[in-house]
């Protein structure tokens, strides 16, 4: 009965259109690697029903949305639609007629049950592959006002008004593996005792330590927990899973897999939903900068991190330095000049969803973690071209200031220089080139007028080989700054780090600062836990 070939029309909604049937977009909120994507596919819409489509698929959609916890983490949600045409409306044994030719062939009275809505599942699901290939679950949407829907592979919902809290029940079984609270009789597998049941909301045991929901209940409920009493907390009610004994729920009523007239989860399948919602996302969608850090010891330091867009999201950030805890709570850590010493480091943040609506999370699927490699240099304090540290000049032997290198870092010092007729200055610092007493002047030599000369034959001397002040003799300009202090006649002196605003120019300061909003390399932890 699928006929998908045949509705494979062009049909222009201003929409894009991969393949051949437009595929409209009706959320997007971040990257399909770090979200579940729903795909909706119509079925009973004809040509002239399309624009219908959109509206109806909307409208399931803020209804969907409308409750706990799908409102809180419909951003972790993407949704696009599939305009797949069909020739007749509705769906088989529905409001239209028992027979209708529709793309995916939906029809009621599925396993003789009059509101069971099933579909062609292999032609939806190729369907989805094919236009929506990154779908993680999908909804079959059928234009048939009658009440009805399925769960499974694929949610399946009518445009009954209380098609909504179908497809809220049937999603809890599609995503997050819930059972039907029902106590009516249908066939169906029964728990492995050894195992216990697999659902989050069903289990054969009765000890209290034993109940997977136990942090749901109070110590003083007992357990197994009465029916009937009117008690609305989370016990341990008898009766689960189309049978009346011998199989537990955690709630007596009200819980939307109990019964569709409920507008609400019990605390014990919500919590199953969020949990099934991270399973596709991370608490960190992007980090910044993008990669490893190379930096100067002067720099300041910028880390951030950005979450999904949740409703009433209650995040928390540890940042921790080499594994200590460092001061900053928020989504951006900053560290301040000479907070990291030269050396390797590795800064991480730890962000995790504190919901209240989840207190078993074995597998940490509400946490995210991001670290960053920083490798640190001394911080040099100097200009590039010009020397930077200090001269050194003893027993006659003078060495030079180390010179500034290009990325800013000073290099190291240049090797010794004899004076000559000289000696040292009173400041150990450099040669002197000029005398006035002969204790100014090397052994051998002795001082007449400005000049040393020598004792053995009265010619002036030579004069001293390098460390002499910086630039003495140099015209080149020279700016002070706040990182240093340097005029023609004296050394820079450095300041402390914390202050010396060093590294301009250097590539490493740049990386650091780099504040882009790169889409982070971040593993794909899609079908994690
Ligand atoms: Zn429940």
């Excluded at 590539?507 to 794909?524: I, P, S």
Aim: glycine share 12%; with cysteine.
């Amino acid at each position: 009965m699928s006929a998908l070939a045949a509705v494979a029309v062009a049909w222009a909604l201003g929409v894009s259109t991969p393949g051949s049937l437009p595929v409209e977009t009706l959320q997007r909120t971040g990257p399909s690697e770090q979200r579940l994507d729903l795909v909706i596919l119509g079925d009973g819409y004809r040509d002239v029903d399309q624009s219908k489509l959109t509206a109806d698929a909307e409208t399931l959609l803020e209804g969907l949305f409308g409750i706990s916890p799908y409102r809180q983490y419909r951003g972790l949600m993407n949704v696009k639609l599939i305009h797949a045409e069909s020739r007749d409306n509705g769906a088989d044994n529905g409001s239209y007629g028992a027979v209708r030719d529709t793309a995916f062939g939906a029809y009621f009275n599925c396993s003789g049950v009059s509101y069971l809505l099933c579909v062609d599942y292999s032609a939806v699901l190729a369907a989805a592959a094919v236009y929506v290939p990154e779908y993680d679950q999908a909804i079959v949407l059928v234009n048939d006002p009658k009440y009805g829907g399925s769960g499974g592979s694929v949610a399946v919902a009518s445009t009954h008004p209380n098609a909504v809290t179908t497809l809220r029940h049937e999603l809890g079984h599609s995503l997050a593996r819930l059972a039907d609270e029902y106590e009516q009789t249908f066939p169906y597998p029964s728990c492995d005792a050894t195992l216990d049941c697999l659902e989050p909301n069903a289990t054969v045991r009765t000890g209290r330590s034993e109940v997977k929901w136990n942090a749901w209940i109070d110590p003083s409920t007992a357990v197994p927990t009465r029916e009937g009493t009117g008690f609305a907390g989370i016990g341990l009610f008898e009766g689960c899973r189309y049978l009346t004994a011998g199989v537990y729920r955690p709630k007596d009523t009200g819980c939307l897999m109990k019964t569709n007239a409920s507008v609400s989860f019990c605390s014990v399948c919500a919590e199953a939903l969020v949990r099934a919602a991270w399973r596709y996302s991370n608490p960190i969608d992007r980090v910044a900068p993008s990669g490893a850090v190379t930096a100067l010891a002067c720099d300041a330091l910028s880390f951030g991190v950005t979450t999904p867009p949740l409703e009433d999201a209650s995040w928390s950030f540890v940042w921790t330095v080499d594994g200590a805890p460092v001061a900053g709570s928020g989504r951006i850590l900053d560290l301040p000049p000479g907070t990291l010493a030269p050396g390797g480091h590795v800064v991480q943040v730890r962000v995790q969803d504190s919901t209240a609506l989840v207190r078993n999370d074995p597998t940490g699927l509400l946490q995210g973690v991001a670290s960053w490699p920083v490798t640190v240099s001394p911080c040099s304090v100097c200009r590039a071209g010009l020397a930077c540290g200090t001269s050194l000049c003893v027993d006659g032997m003078a060495r030079p200031a180390p010179m500034c290198g290009s990325s800013g870092q000073c290099g190291a010092a240049g090797p010794s220089v004899s004076c000559g007729a000289y000696a040292c200055d009173a400041e150990g610092l450099a040669c002197r080139t000029t005398c006035s007493i002969s204790a100014d002047c090397a052994a051998g030599y002795e001082c007449r007028s400005t000049q040393c000369v020598s004792l053995a034959d009265g010619t002036p001397g030579p004069g001293g080989g390098g460390g002499g002040p910086i630039d003495a003799g140099s015209s080149r300009a020279v700016t002070p700054d706040a990182g240093w202090l340097a005029d023609a006649g004296h050394s820079p002196v450095p300041l402390p780090p914390a202050s010396c605003g060093c590294g301009a120019g250097g590539e490493g300061a740049a990386a650091a600062l780099l504040w882009l909003a790169v889409a982070g390399a971040l593993r794909r932890r899609r079908a994690r836990g």
